[in-house]
């Protein structure tokens, strides 16, 4: 068993023990200061973990992947918090959100931390598919909190799309456990990844093959891969700007991840499929695709989250590719890409709470009004685009 207090568990207890408390304070600004507090300390427990790792456990597992992934979770999810704060209380402030509708905002903010950093550190590849859907179901709830038509029609179409993703996935997961027991038998074993990457060259390579297929297209719908992106648009443009950081910011890597695991799993055994090809023919088409939709878009919010299946394919495609190089160029673009959708967007939160709308047409004239707002706007869309000398170029 884990140490009660290890970084990896207070990576996953302080998000817990917050939503618990936050989900009985009453008041706007004390629960937006505790949800600050909550995930500074959970991203000071992450970084913890490049000084010292736990052994893997059945359960919990820490290494070079996903260390990277958990610690630029956590920033995330603490800057995002703090943009959050004063996004929300405006909100508050101009009446297109009440206290009744925020009551649970920020319980549900920390159960969406604790969902992703569980999805990351889980050697149970059941677990991880448990901490995925938690994370689905709690984004659903938020996407859908300004409670207009709009917002719940981009909720539903969220909740039915992941619903049929996340399925998918299940049944993927299910399929790798029929393809471990017979060499594994019955029981934990047979679902915790570290035991799994040690024999998966004995492991039935067809149910393997059948397994990844379902898993490409379930967890792909969470990626946001097209054609499997349909609820990512509208969940970006009609939920609050903070949920929308996260999602582009987070909760994509996050599924990401998960397939990256099987990927694994399908290299090492010298039978089944290369994994590969289908995850760059993937990230291709999500790149062109996107590519597409991008032109003579009207809602900036809605412009930026076909820019993340942009970025979302050509990520795909780098791991896809495989090897040293191309593993390190889809980890430093996720990274920069995280870093700077999510900055993006707090832009673009103040700046519609600013002009009132988030129609790119009714936005011009910002580096004269307001010119922090505006020239961050457009340092955002620079580095973005990919230009050089910024992280992602």
């Not at 937006?32 to 359960?59: D, H, K, M």
């Not at 009551?103 to 901490?131: K, P, S």
């Not at 996720?334 to 519609?352: D, E, P, Q, W, Y």
């Amino acid at each position: 068993m884990t140490a009660p207090f290890e970084p990896v568990t207070a990576v996953l207890v302080i998000p817990a023990l917050a939503a618990a408390l936050l989900v009985a304070l009453p008041g706007y600004r004390l629960t937006a200061t505790l949800n600050v507090i909550a995930t500074f300390l959970t991203f000071l427990a992450a970084v913890s973990l490049f000084f010292g790792r736990p052994q893997p456990t059945s359960y919990l597992l820490v290494d070079d992947l996903n260390n990277v992934f958990i610690v630029l979770t956590t920033f995330v999810g603490f800057t995002t918090s703090v943009f959050s704060a004063s996004y929300i209380g405006h909100e508050l402030e101009i009446g297109r959100l009440t206290p009744r509708f925020l009551r649970f905002y920020h319980a549900m903010y920390q159960l969406l931390m604790f969902a992703m950093n569980l999805a990351l550190v889980a050697n149970n590849i059941g677990l991880i598919w448990v901490a995925i859907e938690l994370a689905t179901l709690t984004t659903v709830l938020m996407v859908g909190i300004y409670r207009t038509h709009e917002a719940l029609e981009a909720a539903w179409k969220y909740f039915i799309l992941g619903s049929v993703g996340i399925a998918l996935a299940l049944f993927g997961t299910i399929l790798v456990y029929m393809a471990a027991r017979p060499v594994l038998g019955e029981g934990l074993d047979a679902m915790v990844w570290t035991v799994l990457i040690t024999r998966a060259s004995a492991f039935d390579p067809a149910l393997l093959n059948v397994a990844f297929v379902f898993l490409l297209l379930g967890y792909g719908t969470k990626v946001g891969l097209a054609p499997l992106h349909a609820w990512l648009p509208d969940a970006h443009a009609e939920g609050p700007t903070p949920i929308s950081a996260v999602l582009s910011g987070l909760l994509l890597n996050v599924a990401l991840y998960a397939l990256l695991r099987f990927k694994m799993l399908l290299a090492l055994n010298p039978a089944a499929l290369a994994p590969g090809p289908l995850m760059v023919t993937m990230g291709l088409i999500s790149l062109v695709f996107a590519a597409f939709m991008l032109y003579r878009r009207r809602d900036i919010k809605r412009m930026f989250a076909y820019s993340s299946i942009e970025h979302m394919g050509i990520i795909t495609f780098a791991f896809g590719m495989g090897g040293p190089l191309a593993n390190f160029a889809g980890l430093l673009h996720m990274t920069m890409h995280s870093l700077t959708k999510s900055a993006i967007f707090f832009a673009v939160g103040h700046i519609a709470q600013v002009k009132g709308t988030q129609r790119i047409a009714d936005m011009g004239g910002l580096t004269e009004t307001n010119p922090v707002l505006g020239w961050g706007l457009v340092l955002g869309v620079v580095a973005i685009a990919g230009l050089p000398p910024l992280g992602i170029f």
